[in-house]
């Protein structure tokens, strides 16, 4: 069976401040797929990236950036220099190569920028 | 523009009618989803169809239906045997149904059982 832990529930920080989102995962597949989704108060998912098993490189855009360790099983999510646009819930996501793309969702976690 | 559209945004219903909730997409995808949202938690799969005229359930699909006669259309209805309906609706879809492919979203429907 497929997990996906977001222990962080809430983050709440200043404007400018660099945040780190977690994300931990199980699964038994040697080939997955990871993802990272917004969810702004309007209510619509915005997909960020998404991140195969075998590429262990970590990816930067912007002021975005993702680190993925298979040895821990982590795949987090770091927003440097934070803006207020960026309050959101974030939701780190799970599927199979061949399952249907069926996403598995942690439970996401809800970020607060303040000014 | 090529997106996801759910009607309607905001659906009240009485509790013991079936109600129906519409997703449309017009990004020619093979594969479309349903999601259910409840506060504070992540979504859960209620329906997933890979193709027209199929379709299987996900985690969660006692009491609801659906059905994919076309491949831009997959309608959700929730019917008077789910125990607890009151949530947030999410559709998406996706290019095909291989886990290799991003799934886009619709803006979701809330649905409210008075």
């Known amino acids: 069976a497929q997990k996906v832990t977001q222990a962080q529930t809430e983050i709440s920080v200043v404007e400018k401040e660099d945040v780190t989102l977690d994300c931990v995962y199980e699964?038994?597949?040697?080939?997955?797929?990871l993802f990272w989704y917004k969810q702004p108060p309007s209510g619509e998912l915005v997909f960020l990236i998404r991140?195969?098993?075998?590429?262990?490189q970590n990816e930067i855009s912007g002021r975005y950036s993702w680190n993925f360790q298979k040895s821990t099983s982590s795949f987090n999510f770091t927003i440097t220099a934070s803006q207020v646009v960026d309050s959101a819930v974030y939701f780190c996501?799970?599927?199979?190569?061949?399952?249907?793309?069926?996403?598995?969702f942690g439970g996401g976690t809800r970020l607060m920028v303040k000014p | 523009d090529g997106g996801i559209t759910q009607s309607p945004k905001y659906l009240f219903r009485k509790e013991g009618q079936n109600v129906t909730l519409s997703c449309e997409q017009n990004?020619?995808?093979?594969?479309m989803y349903w999601y259910r949202q409840d506060p504070g938690q992540g979504l859960r799969l209620i329906y997933y169809?890979?193709?027209?005229?199929?379709?299987q359930k996900g985690d969660i699909a006692e009491g609801y239906s659906v059905s994919r006669e076309k491949k831009e259309s997959f309608p959700l209805t929730v019917t008077s045997a789910q125990k607890n309906p009151t949530a947030f609706y999410l559709c998406?879809?996706?290019?095909?149904?291989?886990?290799?492919?991003?799934?886009?979203f619709g803006p979701g429907t809330r649905l409210t059982v008075l």
């Open positions: 169809s890979q193709i027209v005229n199929d379709f």
């Open positions: 991140r195969n098993s075998f590429d262990e």
């Open positions: 699964t038994r597949d040697t080939t997955y797929y």
């Open positions: 998406a879809s996706s290019r095909t149904g291989t886990g290799n492919n991003e799934q886009f």
């Open positions: 996501a799970l599927s199979r190569n061949n399952a249907g793309n069926m996403l598995t």
């Open positions: 990004l020619n995808h093979d594969a």
